[in-house]
Structures are given as structure tokens and as C-alpha cells.
């Protein structure tokens, strides 16, 4: 792939099975510009749009169990993702293959020639927490888009490939950005997504692409908990009793 990524991993997915839906570790999933609430593998997906769903409390806000996701305002997309029919996902609980495709029809965008970047804000979050990231995206044509991702202001991507970076479209082909990132002290995950956006971004150099639109369709978050103390005193002992059958 023509991107570099800093930290994190980006791969394709053709089913829910191939994403991280932990619904005792889910945080919040936030179908953006969705037009209703679903669920995908036990796993609660709220529409960020205005009336349309059970957690909304303004345009592009979405609140669920003390944890607040704001994606500013920018442009949206109905039905951008292979128009009528989403893409052909497959597996899953039952349902969640056709929710999963009906989330990633519709988008979020950013304008980068007007200077535009998608801004994702998570408050709520244990402060200092691990959390798993998931940003979905699937382009729903041939398109070559190039964007920077960043999260609490360093750079996670380098000029990522919506389309995964593999140089190959197909109608199906929907690419999921998977990061696991602390919570800076106020509880916070702040994710930005555009041209160049970052100081810290080792290239700013002319963009490659067909432009540099930021598109968002999905955020999904986890938390991912400490090991408790009784489990790293059982490795513990375990690394105790190995060192010793070592030696004798």
C-alpha cells in the first residue's frame, strides 16, 4: 500500500465476523448519517442524525451510557455506498450481515480543497483508558481518495487509501481502520480525518489521489480492560514454576 501507517492496522472486510463486536467491552457505535438505529452482532449502532434515532441529542451527537461521539458538521451523502443495495456482506447474527451493509450506504465528507476535516470528538471515556478504535469506510465506486488519520493529535495514517490500498475495487470492497488508543486525561478520544492535517505528518508533500475528501461512515469503540491483579499474579507464578523446571 501506498499509505504508511504509524500506528494501527487497516484491512478489509466482507462479513461482521471480520470486525471487533465485543458487546460486553462495547462503548458506543455510531452509524454516521445513518437512517436508524441497528444492531450488528449484539452490538448497539446509533444514528448520529437528527430524529432518526434513540440516542440523538442534536445533529451529529450522539450520548449512550455517559459516553458523548460529536462528528462535526460538514457534508453528508445519502445512499452513497452502491446505491439501492449497500455491499453484499455475508455471516454474522442473524440480520446483522444487511444492518452492516445499511450502515456503510450513507456518508459523512469533508471538503479538503475548502480546508475542510471530519472531526470525530468521544468524551466520557475513562480518563487514561485503553480503547479500541474501528473507523469504517467503504467508497462505493472506483475512486483513488487520499486522507491523513489522526487521533488526539498524532498522526495514526499517512495519506490513507480509502479503498485499502490494494489498487483493486470491487463493489463489496469495505476497508475498516482498527487502532487501539489511551484516553487522554479528560476522558477523551479525538480523532480528525483530512488533508494533511497534523504537524507531526512526516510527508506534506502534493497529495497522490483523486482529491483529498475525508469520507466516514462508521465509528465503533471497545474498551479493552486491565488484566485484573489475580490474573498477573497466576502468570506469575506460572512464569515462577517455568524458570524453576528450567534450572533443575
Request: charge should be negative; aromatic fraction near 8%.
Amino acid at each position: 500500500s501506498a499509505f504508511v501507517i504509524s500506528t494501527g492496522t487497516s484491512t478489509e472486510f466482507t462479513s461482521p465476523d471480520d470486525l471487533l463486536f465485543d458487546p460486553p467491552t462495547s462503548v458506543i457505535a455510531v452509524d454516521i448519517f445513518g437512517n436508524q438505529d441497528r444492531v450488528v452482532n449484539g452490538v448497539q449502532f446509533h444514528t448520529d442524525r437528527a430524529g432518526l434515532g434513540a440516542a440523538v441529542t442534536g445533529e451529529g451527537v450522539v450520548s449512550s451510557g455517559g459516553v458523548t461521539l460529536t462528528t462535526g458538521l460538514v457534508n453528508q451523502i445519502d445512499n452513497w455506498s452502491t446505491g439501492a443495495t449497500g455491499p453484499a456482506f455475508t455471516g454474522g447474527t442473524a440480520g446483522s450481515a444487511a444492518n452492516l451493509s445499511e450502515i456503510m450506504r450513507d456518508i459523512r465528507w469533508a471538503n479538503a480543497g475548502a480546508g475542510q476535516t471530519i472531526n470525530v470528538g468521544i468524551t466520557g471515556l475513562l480518563p487514561g483508558g485503553l480503547y479500541s478504535l474501528q473507523l469504517l469506510f467503504n467508497e462505493g465506486a472506483d475512486r483513488n481518495r487520499r486522507f491523513d488519520i489522526g487521533v488526539n493529535g498524532l498522526l495514526a495514517v499517512d495519506d490513507y487509501d480509502s479503498e485499502g490500498g490494494n489498487g483493486v475495487y470491487n463493489p463489496s470492497n469495505s476497508f475498516v481502520y482498527s487502532g487501539e488508543f489511551n484516553a487522554d486525561g479528560t476522558g477523551a478520544l479525538n480523532i480528525i480525518l483530512g488533508r494533511e492535517p497534523l504537524p507531526g505528518d512526516p510527508n506534506n508533500t502534493a497529495f497522490g489521489g483523486a482529491d483529498n475528501n475525508a469520507i466516514l461512515q462508521g465509528v465503533v469503540v471497545h474498551y479493552i480492560p486491565e488484566p485484573s491483579t489475580s490474573a498477573l499474579l497466576g502468570l506469575g507464578m506460572l512464569a515462577l514454576v517455568a524458570g524453576r523446571r528450567r534450572r533443575s
